[in-house]
């Protein structure tokens, strides 16, 4: 027999009142009791009738997370730490890949909202504003990984960038004066962060990034590597490339190789992220390091608070960066120096 509501207040030793207030993540409970009760639901495996609670305007105890592509190991931890922060509190995920594309994101919207998820957590480029608008007027959204400049809405993300900058001063550190810069679509807030916070370290030591060494590309794999392989076959090969993601630097390590480019002696390859492909590598990548964890534990905390407090003034919550260093990176030979 299925458990119920009562089965658990009486398991808690609590009222039904109390257990009701958990499970709306309402009313002044100690977080230690409401612990107890989340983990005496799970473990009766107690499943309240989201369909009757839609009915009434409480909660699914759903949640919608937009990403890009979960075959990317960015997105897919971020997406875990979503779910691992979730079930603490009783919701599950749905979790939908949009490739960045506005009819993709339209159509799960559209999907999201006919679920009655309680919020939603976008991590994809969006460039319909007007759509966005619309959305956040009906239901809770927390925009992760990028900022919306127009709308505001809570948002989490990284300090891009000081990221950027860590990555051009160690690799002007290591006497490194020609760069290039590997980057996604530049539409995204993220990507411009990234590539001004280069920009800036490498003119505070004096330098320049000329233009056509900043290559904007899709985020596949092969795409970075045909890029890559055009690039270090030219006429200005750069001795130091940033990446803008993991990903990304996997591409170019494979275009190095295939053009018998050595990495790092002859190219030193700095990524952006640190997922799990940062130490599998061949070489190890120097990479600068986001909180994934973080991103995705914030993101969620933000939508509960929407859902105690109601609608939240602009919140911005922004997570410190850092470089670690591996083997992808070295001293710029003499002879490579301009």
Same mark, same amino acid.
């Given at each position: 027999?299925?458990?119920?509501?009562?089965?658990?207040?009486?398991?808690?030793?609590?009222?039904?009142?109390?257990?009701?207030?958990?499970?709306?993540?309402?009313?002044?409970?100690?977080?230690?009791?409401?612990?107890?009760?989340?983990?005496?639901?799970?473990?009766?495996?107690?499943?309240?009738?989201?369909?009757?609670?839609?009915?009434?305007?409480?909660?699914?105890?759903?949640?919608?997370?937009?990403?890009?592509?979960?075959?990317?190991?960015?997105?897919?931890?971020?997406?875990?730490?979503?779910?691992?922060?979730?079930?603490?509190?009783?919701?599950?995920?749905?979790?939908?890949?949009?490739?960045?594309?506005?009819?993709?994101?339209?159509?799960?919207?559209?999907?999201?909202?006919?679920?009655?998820?309680?919020?939603?957590?976008?991590?994809?480029?969006?460039?319909?504003?007007?759509?966005?608008?619309?959305?956040?007027?009906?239901?809770?959204?927390?925009? !992760?990984?990028?900022?919306?400049?127009?709308? #505001?809405?809570?948002?989490? /993300?990284?300090?891009?960038? *000081? +990221? &950027?900058?860590?990555?051009?001063?160690?690799?002007?550190?290591?006497?490194?004066?020609?760069?290039?810069?590997?980057?996604?679509?530049?539409?995204?807030?993220?990507?411009?962060?990234?590539?001004?916070?280069?920009?800036?370290?490498?003119?505070?030591?004096?330098?320049?990034?000329?233009?056509?060494?900043? !290559?904007?590309?899709?985020?596949?794999?092969? #795409?970075?590597?045909?890029? /890559?392989?055009?690039?270090? *076959? +030219? &006429?200005?090969?750069?001795?130091?490339?940033?990446?803008?993601?993991?990903?990304?630097?996997?591409?170019?390590?494979?275009?190095?190789?295939?053009?018998?480019?050595?990495?790092?002696?002859?190219?030193?390859?700095?990524?952006?992220?640190?997922?799990?492909?940062?130490?599998?590598?061949?070489?190890?990548?120097?990479?600068?390091?986001?909180?994934?964890?973080?991103?995705?534990?914030?993101?969620?905390?933000?939508?509960?608070?929407?859902?105690?407090?109601?609608?939240?003034?602009?919140?911005?919550?922004?997570?410190?960066?850092?470089?670690?260093?591996?083997?992808?990176?070295?001293?710029?030979?003499?002879?490579?120096?301009?």
């Amino acid at each position: 027999m299925k458990a119920t509501i009562y089965d658990i207040a009486r398991e808690a030793g609590v009222s039904i009142a109390t257990v009701s207030k958990v499970m709306n993540d309402k009313g002044k409970i100690s977080a230690a009791r409401r612990n107890q009760i989340l983990s005496i639901m799970q473990r009766l495996q107690y499943q309240p009738s989201a369909i009757a609670s839609a009915l009434t305007g409480k909660h699914t105890y759903t949640l919608g997370l937009l990403i890009p592509d979960i075959a990317n190991p960015f997105f897919a931890e971020v997406a875990r730490a979503v779910e691992d922060r979730g079930h603490q509190f009783g919701y599950c995920v749905i979790i939908c890949s949009t490739d960045n594309k506005d009819e993709r994101i339209e159509r799960y919207m559209t999907v999201l909202k006919q679920k009655q998820v309680d919020g939603i957590i976008i991590g994809t480029g969006l460039e319909n504003h007007a759509m966005l608008e619309e959305l956040r007027s009906i239901i809770p959204i927390v925009v !992760i990984g990028r900022e919306v400049t127009p709308l #505001d809405v809570p948002t989490v /993300v990284a300090d891009d960038y *000081r +990221g &950027g900058r860590l990555a051009a001063e160690h690799l002007l550190a290591l006497g490194h004066v020609r760069m290039a810069v590997l980057a996604e679509s530049l539409l995204i807030s993220s990507s411009r962060d990234r590539l001004r916070g280069f920009q800036d370290a490498i003119e505070d030591a004096g330098y320049a990034l000329p233009d056509d060494s900043i !290559i904007a590309c899709g985020h596949v794999l092969e #795409d970075s590597k045909a890029r /890559v392989v055009k690039l270090l *076959r +030219g &006429g200005n090969r750069p001795s130091g490339l940033f990446c803008f993601n993991d990903l990304l630097a996997v591409g170019a390590l494979q275009a190095a190789k295939e053009s018998n480019v050595h990495v790092p002696s002859e190219l030193s390859v700095v990524s952006f992220d640190n997922t799990i492909l940062a130490s599998v590598t061949n070489p190890p990548l120097t990479s600068i390091a986001q909180p994934m964890n973080q991103l995705g534990e914030a993101a969620v905390d933000l939508l509960l608070r929407q859902f105690e407090h109601g609608d939240l003034v602009h919140q911005r919550v922004s997570l410190r960066t850092e470089l670690i260093v591996r083997q992808s990176t070295d001293a710029a030979h003499p002879l490579k120096l301009l």
